[in-house]
């Protein structure tokens, strides 16, 4: 499926933005994280990622010429792949679909005119590492004023609202200076260091140094692209007769995780040879193998330690920036969108027969959640309502499926969003479900692969819950809680009294743009395919 990208909001005073520059051409091969296009916007220069990997297969907007906010500037899919229906969509629809994929990532690019510094200083400001984004907590620094640094080192570690990342300030010279202690925040587009030659003096630009990025919104002055890469600092168990297991942070380079996932290598279990104690390569070639997941009983736990008894303590933990950023999401959605809840029991005794069916018939499982992500799927493109979204002065029916399953991390909730789902089939849903769900695990996910939701499932039947309710995720008008299937005495048509494995669902909506009989009839529909699965086959 074809991904649309397309120009941004990079400013409150943005109309439009005049492409500087296209990086890439049609018919070239991109990847993720690749730079596409430099856009000038009325505030700085920026460059876009559109997040996708595929081939460029058309280009809107040419070299030097501005496109409006939400215009299509570019598309990416596969190769002889059809995009005329994205081409020839009428303008007016045009702004009124929300872009497939997420929110380009824009890194600010070095603009002299912003900020006068001498060229020999280079700024690494933070970067914008997702939509909701306001500021980056330095977890950890690699890198201390007086080091050596080189273009491809990671300076820091940041935590966002989604992940850790390592940043990689693309500068060679002296690390002159940090724009704060690890633990403290810096503002998208601050000031996070500063790089030049040894034994500069930076005292006459401090001033400018440290306001650089709050002289407008949307831009860093005389930042380099500092370019994050996703790490995997999630405490992993201790080893079987592993002599000693760090239970902080793993500090790692890139390379050296690469080689330990290849070799089956517990990073926790080793000592780093580099700066800061840092794991590099050849700490890990020179390692023995200890498979990554065998648990012992000396297993370090993450719960609180409870004191002896007549005696009070406690235990602080700082907010993360994810648990930080759940925490507002949620109560602007709590206490904004008027909330009603609608529930309804599902028997699933056909559903689970089918399923086993399938699962025996080919190598990729389907899990009960694949089969109501379907189902949801199939429910929405008969009740629109229900896939549209509160936009403040409108309502936006969305004109695609893309179904967000929140999982669980240690930091928190997080929703990778399986984008048009009512379009893939029970396999395809369950096997792209099972990828996002690893790369979420392993803070790995890329920011266009949890963003773009149009309806959310939240799913705690494997946790034992019976039902519940959830708050919906915005920008959605509803979330399905899902309980767990259980075995229930019912009376049947004949009014005997059988026993069947019933689950419960509660549909929680919002009032301002679903109506009860709406989401009454969503449901219905739902129940419908779950309790004759069939009808999702053919």
């Known amino acids: 499926m074809a991904e649309v990208i ?17 990086l890439k051409k049609v018919g070239d091969v991109v990847k ?17 990622m559109g997040y996708v990997d595929g081939t460029l297969l058309h280009i809107g907007v040419p070299a030097g010429s501005s496109a409006k906010i939400d215009e299509i500037i570019c598309i990416v899919g596969k190769p002889g792949e059809d995009i005329s229906s994205y081409l020839n969509a009428p303008a007016a629809a045009t702004t009124a679909i929300e872009t497939p994929s997420a929110a380009p990532i824009l890194i600010p690019v070095a603009t002299s005119s912003e900020v006068k510094l001498p060229k020999e200083l280079t700024i690494i400001a933070m970067p914008l590492l997702s939509d909701t984004m306001k500021e980056g907590k330095i977890a950890t620094w690699l890198k201390e004023v007086g080091d050596k640094v080189v273009d491809d080192d990671v300076i820091a570690e940041v935590e966002t609202d989604k992940a850790t990342m390592e940043v990689i300030g693309y500068a060679t010279g002296t690390l002159l200076y940090k724009g704060c202690q690890a633990g403290e925040a810096v503002p998208v587009n601050g000031t996070m260091a500063v790089v030049g030659p040894a034994g500069f003096d930076l005292a006459p630009y401090l001033d ?6 709050k002289k407008t919104e949307s831009s860093s002055a005389n930042a380099s692209a500092p370019i994050a890469a996703p790490t995997n600092n999630s405490p992993a168990p201790t080893q079987e007769a592993a002599p000693v297991v760090n239970t902080g942070r793993i500090i790692a380079s890139p390379l050296a995780k690469k080689i330990a ?14 700066d800061g104690g840092r794991i590099i390569a050849k700490d890990v070639e020179n390692a023995k193998a200890t498979p990554i997941g065998t648990t012992t009983a ?63 018939a080919q190598p990729v499982k389907v899990s009960i959640n694949d089969m109501i992500i379907k189902a949801c799927a199939m429910s929405l493109a008969q009740h629109p309502d ?34 048009f789902a009512n379009e893939k089939s029970l396999t395809q849903i ?105 009808g999702m086959l053919v």
């Not at 400018?208 to 990025?213: D, F, Q, S, V």
């Not at 609180?304 to 920036?321: H, I, M, N, R, W």
């Not at 149009?454 to 799913?459: E, G, K, L, M, V």
């Open 298 to 360: 000396a297993a370090t736990s993450i719960a609180p330690a409870f004191v002896a008894s007549g005696k009070e303590g406690y235990t602080d933990t700082p907010l993360t920036q994810m648990r930080a950023i759940i925490a507002q999401r949620l109560c602007d959605s709590m206490f904004t969108a008027p909330h009603f809840y609608l529930k309804i029991s599902v028997q699933l005794d056909n559903l689970l027969a089918i399923r086993a069916q399938i699962n025996a």
């Open 261 to 274: 996932s290849d070799k089956g290598i517990d990073l926790r279990t080793l000592a780093g040879s580099g």
């Open 6 to 22: 397309r120009m941004p909001l990079l400013s409150d005073t943005m109309k439009e933005g005049k492409i500087a520059a296209w």
């Open 208 to 213: 400018t140094i440290k306001n650089a990025g």
């Open 430 to 534: 369950a096997s792209e479900a099972n990828t996002l769900y690893d790369k979420a695990k392993n803070k790995k996910i890329q920011p266009a692969e949890f963003t773009g939701n149009t309806f959310t499932i939240s799913n705690l039947g494997m946790m034992d819950i019976d039902e519940f309710t959830a708050i919906i995720n915005p920008p959605d008008s509803a979330i399905l809680a899902v309980g767990k299937g259980a075995q229930t005495p019912v009376v049947d048509a004949n009014g005997n009294v059988v026993v069947k494995t019933v689950m419960k669902l509660t549909l929680s909506c919002d009032h301002r743009v679903i109506d009860g009989a709406v989401g009454a009839n969503f449901l219905k529909t739902l129940k419908g395919y779950l309790e004759n699965p069939i």
């Open 32 to 48: 993720s994280d690749d730079v596409l296009a430099e856009v000038e916007t009325d505030k700085a220069t920026m460059e876009v």
């Open 386 to 419: 229900v896939n549209s979204s509160w936009m403040g002065d409108k309502i936006r029916a969305n004109h695609h499926i893309h179904i967000g399953t929140a999982i669980a991390l240690p930091d928190g909730l997080i929703v990778p969003v399986l984008k």
